[in-house]
Every structure is written in C-alpha cells, then in structure tokens.
C-alpha cells in the first residue's frame, strides 16, 4: 500500500473538520475542501489549507480522501480521484483506522437511533468506564480516535450515509432498528437505501452480534444476510430474544433467561423498541440486567425527541424537532391520545405525506405550516385544517393563540430543517426559546 503523506478532506462540516484535525495530529499535510461560502472556522486546525465556494483539483495532490458523509460519491471530483485511483474512505473509516477498542456497538435505523444509542452508552459507562458514545451523537470519532485504548466500548449512531461509505465496516455488536422511507433524495431508491443499511451486519462473523426488530418486516427479511448471531426484539412474546411482556422485559438469549421491570419514564410505544433494543445491546456486551434495569429505570430520553418543554395555561408543549422525516411524526403522533396542535414543515426529503392522513384526522385539531415544503404537505394532508405560518415564531404564536387546556402543542417537522435552520437542534432551541418567552409575556 503507498504510504500515506497527504489527506485531502472532503467537505468541512463537523466530522470533516475533525477528521482533517485527526489528519493533523498524525503528521500529514492536510488540505480541506468545502463547496459552501468561505467562513472562519475556529475549530479547525490552523495548519490545514483549505479552499471554498468549489472543490478544485488541487484535493487530488492527496494520497487519500476523507469524505464527509452525506457527499454524494458520483460528484465530478470524486469521478476524478477515482480515474487517479486515489482511495476515498469515510471519517469512520479514518477514524476506526487510528483508533483502538474492545468492543465497537453500532446503532443504525430510519428512527429511534438517538435515543437507543443514547440509552445504551449510558447503560454501558455505568457497567464499563472506559466507554465512549460518538457519531451522530455526542462528537465524531476523529475527536477521540487517539485517546481510545484496547479497553475502549465504542457505543456509535450511524447513518445510512456513513454506512454507505464504510463498506468494509465491522462491528461487534450492531442494531437495526427499522427501515422506513428516508434520504430518497440522497440515495435515489428505496433499494439503495436498504442496502446502505445492511452494511451494518454485512460483514459480521459467527463471533458477533446482530440485534434486529423483529416487528418490523424489512430488518426481519434482511437479518438473513449477516453471518453473526441473530437477536430478535419485539413487542409481542418470543422464544428467543428479547421482549416486551406486559410492562416487563424479558431477555432470552443463549439458553439464559432474565426478567426486569424498569420504571420507563419516556413515553410511546416507539421508546418501548427502542428500550428493548438498548437492552439487548447492552446484554450481549456483556452487562447484568439489575445494571441495566437500573438505568433504564432513570432514563430521561434525549433532547429533541418528544422532549417536554413546559405546560402552559394547562396545554403542554413538546419539542420533536429531530422528527426530520415522515415516519418519526408518525410515532411522536401515536405517543399522544389526541387534541394536538402540530407544527410541521421544511425542507423535502422525497417521501410522501400520506401516511399521515389517518393520524392527523384522528389526533390533530390544526396544523401550523413552516417552511417550504407547505404546499406538499397541503396537497398530501387535503382534509387537515391549516394556519399558514412561514417561520417558527408565527408558527407558536399562532398556536399558542389556539390552545386550550389539554391540548398538545407538538414541534414535529417531519421535514429536513435546512431551509430555515443550521440543524434540527438550531430548529428545537428556537422552539424552546419561543416557548418559554410565552411564560414571560403571560406573567406580565
């Protein structure tokens, strides 16, 4: 293999930015590129060149490419590092490639990845000190590749976008959660994406584990192809795995059955999943259930997701913003009895609004538009009753002008928040803001 003296870095968001440091510290010359408009960006290294606005062939003096994730890989300076042969690899792959551990624990699935991962790193540093939560959560790899020991659980949320670009990626423990539409817009057909997510078990071997729903019928199809040992969840009783019993859980795994009843404090049927998911995770790294009954049992959820914000005049509002695609709005929709005002709306993802018809008919009393997918949620939903709000801050105004008590005042977009916001944590700290400045102004 040639030796390696330059990296070139493919987009300077934040895991490119940390890969390009990585890149740094392990002594190469480093050069990032990134396609939006220049800007200072005080994390990153001062020894990095960069260059913005393109992506110029200067990136193809590198050795190697790290692209961030969610670049599509048949742009025209990707086409051209390929003729070059230069090998273009992922800030996972670069990162796992500096980086030690005993155990790798990757979580994946078109919803719920958040709070399983979540859930399971804290069940894991309560059994296990050296233990590190990164990816989508928490702080890319890169920024603690080189502080990992062979000691090391790596508890990880991936996308399928940094599946897509790790296909030699092999975890000890994986979980795939569900599979629903999401990111057509970036891999093109539901097949692409599928596949994207099968990476995850893909390379596992009779050593390993595999942790899959089995409710959900895509993830129980594909479970065939990975070599390690299946580990069904469910909500209905199994003979082997692990499932949900009438408020208790019951692990089955090996011959070895063990019982716990945790208090769950976060509410829905979807954090029942994502509750026995983390389990069997946690379980399969080796954690005794009392540990994980215990955390459960104190376990809060995650902000962003169905998080409570504050009651008001007795209606509650709650902050969903990473509800970022329509399936997750389905499940923060079905977590409540009725009486919701839903604020809803950004930018496409390229899955229909349709599947929502049936929930928004029986639970929600107004929708509160933002954004610019309005008119496609509009002509999907027909039969909803709609407030035309545009931003954010009319968007809760308006509601809050609306609300009664009982009501639920919920934030879950069901769209990418791109066209308004940074991220869908810029989308919910705004929303909070605006919430608690209604507290204030009813004071007055």
Known sequence: MKKIRTVGVLGLGKSGVSAANLAVKL???????????????????????????????????????????????????????????IQVISELEFSLKNSKHKKIIAITGTNGKTTTTDLTAKIIKTSHKDSIVTGNIGFPLADKAL???????????????????????????????????????????MKKYIAAKEIIFKNQTKKDFAVINFDDKICRRISSKTKAKRVFFSKRRLKNGVYFDNGRIVINISGKKSIIKPAVKIPGMHNVENILAATAAAYCCGVKPGIIEKVISSYKGVEHRIEFVKEISGACYYNDSKSTNVDSTRVALEAFKGNILLIMGGLDKGAPYTPLKKLVKEKVKKIFLIGEDAKIIKKDLPEA???????????VKQAYANAMPGDIILLSPACASFDQFNNFEERGKTFKELVMNIRVESEK
């Not at 990136?59 to 994730?69: E, N, Q």
């Open 385 to 395: 009753s709609y407030a035309d709000c545009v931003n954010m801050e009319n968007a």
């Open 27 to 85: 002594g190469y010359e480093t050069f990032g590129s990134d396609s939006g408009k220049k800007r200072e960006i005080k994390t990153l290294s001062k020894k990095v060149a960069r260059e913005f606005g393109r992506h110029s062939d200067k990136i193809l003096a590198s050795d190697i490419i790290v692209k961030s994730p969610g670049i599509h890989s048949d742009i025209e300076i990707l086409e051209k590092a390929k003729k070059n042969k």
């Open 147 to 189: 502080k990992t020991t062979r000691n090391t659980i790596i508890t990880m949320e991936l996308s399928s976008y940094q599946l897509e670009d790790t296909p030699d990626f092999r975890p000890d423990i994986s979980v795939l959660l569900n599979i629903t539409p999401d990111h057509i817009e970036h891999h093109k057909t």
